[in-house]
């Protein structure tokens, strides 16, 4: 059995009544979409979240955050599904039981799903309530046609765009691009002078986006109620010195060992119990960050 088969591959054409109002709006909604699970309501408010597939561990840790914090204040996160910033943000949104909303430059069947390792994504993005969309045919290929183009599906379906992590050539600014003809709202994460992955956040930033370094700042432009910060406190001395490091940034166990000069045990076992009450995130690779 497919991880997918659960949900049927639907199709709707752009006179249909639940066709997204948002996208029907744009200059060149597609014709045609193909879709698994909850299509977007006429009253839900969506935002996009995108940016490099080979992104740092900040970008990591800041796509899943943010991702996070808006989908618990009632936001409905977009994003492509690719690699890197992408599925964080979904996973973001997953982790409060989120709805979120991935656009694909492929089919919509397994065989076409790309990346392969993100089907066990798409099976959890459904389970939430959430929704896979594409304009292409089941049995359509990616090429590099067909993801440039699905970024304007991204930008039409939402209020604004945040792009986290982007080199000047980038996925992530050509919908950044869409979101600017379609009159939406982009954001961008600033990043360290000498990364090519804040190039391009640098450079929507000095052409009119809105630096972001808070969920915030994102609800106060879009005019949208803020949702009350869950407030993270350590019970015991390891708890809290591990608290403090990943409060200036995401770490790999080795170097939270290093900075709290704690033993290897002894946080290994802090960090297991830590996650299991919520108060830190694995990102993967045994990298770190706090679950506010």
Same mark, same amino acid.
């Given at each position: 059995?497919?991880? @997918?088969?659960?949900w049927?591959? *639907?199709?709707?054409? @752009?006179?249909?009544?639940?066709?997204?109002?948002?996208?029907?709006?744009i200059?060149?909604?597609?014709?045609?979409?193909?879709?698994?699970?909850?299509? !977007?309501?006429?009253?839900?408010? +969506?935002?996009?979240?995108?940016?490099?597939?080979? +992104?740092?561990?900040?970008? %990591?840790?800041?796509?899943?955050?943010?991702?996070?914090?808006?989908?618990?204040?009632?936001? /409905?996160?977009?994003?492509?599904? #690719?690699?890197?910033?992408?599925?964080?943000?979904?996973k973001? +949104?997953?982790?409060?039981?989120?709805?979120?909303?991935?656009?694909?430059?492929?089919? @919509?069947?397994?065989?076409?799903?790309?990346?392969? *390792?993100?089907?066990?994504?798409?099976?959890?993005?459904?389970?939430?309530?959430?929704?896979?969309?594409?304009?292409?045919?089941?049995? /359509?290929?990616?090429? %590099?046609?067909?993801? !440039?183009?699905?970024?304007?599906?991204i #930008?039409?379906?939402?209020?604004?765009?945040?792009v986290? *992590?982007?080199?000047?050539?980038?996925?992530?600014?050509?919908?950044?691009?869409?979101?600017?003809?379609?009159?939406?709202?982009?954001?961008?994460?600033?990043?360290?002078?000498?990364?090519? $992955?804040?190039?391009? &956040?640098?450079f929507?930033?000095?052409?009119?986006?809105?630096?972001?370094?808070? !969920?915030?700042?994102?609800?106060?432009?879009?005019? @949208?109620?803020? #949702?009350? %910060?869950?407030?993270? %406190?350590?019970?015991?001395?390891?708890?809290?010195?591990?608290?403090? &490091?990943?409060?200036?940034?995401?770490?790999?166990?080795?170097?939270?060992?290093?900075?709290?000069?704690?033993?290897?045990?002894?946080?290994? #076992?802090?960090l297991?119990?830590?996650?299991?009450?919520?108060?830190?995130?694995?990102?993967?690779? $045994?990298?770190?960050?706090?679950?506010?």
């Amino acid at each position: 059995m497919s991880l @997918l088969s659960s949900w049927k591959i *639907e199709k709707i054409n @752009l006179d249909d009544n639940i066709y997204p109002t948002s996208l029907r709006e744009i200059s060149n909604p597609p014709e045609i979409l193909y879709f698994r699970g909850k299509l !977007p309501q006429k009253e839900e408010k +969506c935002f996009s979240i995108v940016g490099t597939r080979k +992104c740092s561990n900040y970008g %990591k840790g800041i796509a899943f955050l943010i991702a996070k914090q808006l989908s618990q204040s009632g936001l /409905t996160v977009v994003s492509g599904m #690719a690699r890197g910033i992408d599925s964080f943000s979904h996973k973001g +949104c997953l982790e409060v039981k989120g709805k979120t909303i991935a656009v694909l430059g492929t089919g @919509l069947d397994e065989r076409s799903v790309y990346p392969k *390792e993100n089907l066990r994504l798409a099976k959890e993005i459904l389970e939430s309530g959430g929704c896979l969309i594409s304009e292409y045919a089941p049995g /359509t290929r990616g090429t %590099k046609f067909t993801f !440039p183009q699905r970024n304007r599906i991204i #930008a039409g379906l939402s209020l604004g765009v945040l792009v986290v *992590e982007a080199p000047l050539k980038s996925g992530a600014l050509i919908t950044a691009a869409w979101a600017k003809k379609q009159k939406k709202k982009i954001f961008a994460i600033p990043g360290p002078i000498r990364s090519k $992955n804040s190039q391009g &956040c640098h450079f929507l930033i000095k052409n009119g986006a809105l630096l972001v370094e808070s !969920p915030e700042d994102i609800l106060k432009a879009l005019n @949208l109620p803020i #949702a009350e %910060k869950r407030v993270i %406190k350590g019970e015991t001395k390891e708890e809290n010195l591990i608290l403090e &490091c990943l409060k200036k940034e995401n770490l790999h166990i080795d170097k939270i060992i290093k900075k709290t000069n704690l033993s290897p045990r002894v946080v290994s #076992a802090t960090l297991s119990l830590m996650e299991i009450e919520g108060k830190v995130k694995n990102l993967g690779g $045994n990298i770190f960050t706090t679950a506010q």
